[in-house]
């Protein structure tokens, strides 16, 4: 059963982190354990200018490529895995070159990283030197910092299962982070805190390729076309189980194809997470098309990464051209936390 208003607000009131009734043990980062405040309000989000990162870098990567650092590529689309550089100690010029690396390979595992240890003030510093943090507006955060939207699952909180119930057989996901926004999230950031020894990874797949396996003519026929982004869903369903809505859901028309501001490179711009229609279509056209899209987006496995954490993992990646979907395959007896920081980016641009 969901957890009723009288429980939430308690919790708001005081977070009681003691070991649960089935013999769990305390999180070991219990500045991060999710906060809900059902009386926690944000105004609308306001447009902002954004110049991305990316556009100031230097293409060699001087301050991310050391002689020290260590790079393997996980597939020939997407996902690079990177060992020998802290993120932490990465100046202005190498934030850049961070952006500009997320861009090109689409998502970046750094392993090894002292993220996690040097305090909110500072990650949200670093975060956003990449634009704006969006405040979620139903997503558990951090008491004090509402920048983060905190991931957390064990014995007795599985938001994962509240969310998906026993009513599907396919609990994959794809999706793009508050796509509903007007402007999207670019260059965003996952921190690992505590993770089953298997399972609980992320699944990701380029939107850029999905794109360009299209034909011309198919191509042409897309561009041009918006969708329309919706955060009411995910509105209505924190406020049927007892939850938060910070701020009125929004609805935002997207190019269906978008267009990096860095790279160049195109790409689909739909997921089945917040795209619920395209605008001018009939309902029967529009689904149709759509379920095409999104079939073409999970069927094409060569286009996918399975990026694995383990406590001290950051992953880095680039909202505007990939999709994503959690994997619920552990048993909640083990606990999974994680913290995201998103910053937003510019007006899609229609390619």
């Not at 850049?96 to 040097?118: C, G, S, W």
């Amino acid at each position: 059963m969901a957890p009723s208003v009288s429980e939430l607000t308690a919790q708001v009131q005081e977070v009681n982190l003691k070991s649960s009734t089935k013999g769990q043990s305390e999180p070991l980062y219990p500045l991060y354990y999710p906060h809900f405040d059902l009386n926690e309000k944000f105004p609308p989000t306001q447009l902002f200018d954004h110049v991305d990162p990316g556009t100031r870098a230097d293409r060699a990567k001087p301050h991310i490529l050391t002689p020290e650092t260590k790079v393997r590529n996980l597939s020939t689309y997407l996902g690079t895995e990177v060992s020998g550089v802290q993120i932490s100690q990465l100046s202005k010029e190498g934030l850049d070159e961070l952006a500009l690396y997320a861009a090109e390979r689409k998502v970046l595992l750094f392993r090894n990283q002292d993220f996690k240890d040097i305090g909110p003030e500072k990650q949200i510093e670093i975060a956003r030197h990449f634009g704006p943090i969006q405040r979620h507006p139903t997503s558990g955060n951090v008491k004090g910092y509402p920048e983060f939207h905190v991931v957390y699952r064990d014995t007795e909180h599985d938001r994962f299962r509240d969310h998906f119930g026993n009513s599907r057989s396919n609990l994959i996901d794809w999706h793009s982070d508050i796509s509903y926004e007007k402007q999207t999230p670019g260059t965003t950031f996952f921190f690992i805190l505590e993770q089953p020894e298997i399972g609980g990874d992320t699944l990701f797949a380029s939107q850029v390729e999905a794109y360009n396996r299209l034909s011309p003519e198919f191509k042409k026929r897309l561009e041009g076309l918006r969708a329309l982004h919706s955060a009411v869903r995910q509105a209505d369903e924190s406020a049927k189980k007892g939850g938060p809505v910070r701020r009125e859901p929004v609805e935002t028309e997207h190019p269906l194809v978008r267009q990096h501001p860095v790279t160049g490179e195109k790409a689909l711009y739909v997921n089945q997470g917040f795209t619920r229609r395209i605008v001018g279509f009939k309902n029967e056209e529009s689904e149709y098309l759509l379920k095409f899209l999104y079939d073409h987006i999970a069927k094409n496995a060569d286009i996918h990464i399975r990026a694995t954490y383990e406590p001290g993992t950051v992953v880095v990646w680039d909202n505007r051209v990939t999709v994503h979907s959690a994997t619920g395959d552990f048993s909640n007896v083990q606990r999974r936390h994680a913290v995201r920081l998103t910053p937003q980016a510019e007006v899609p641009i229609p390619a």
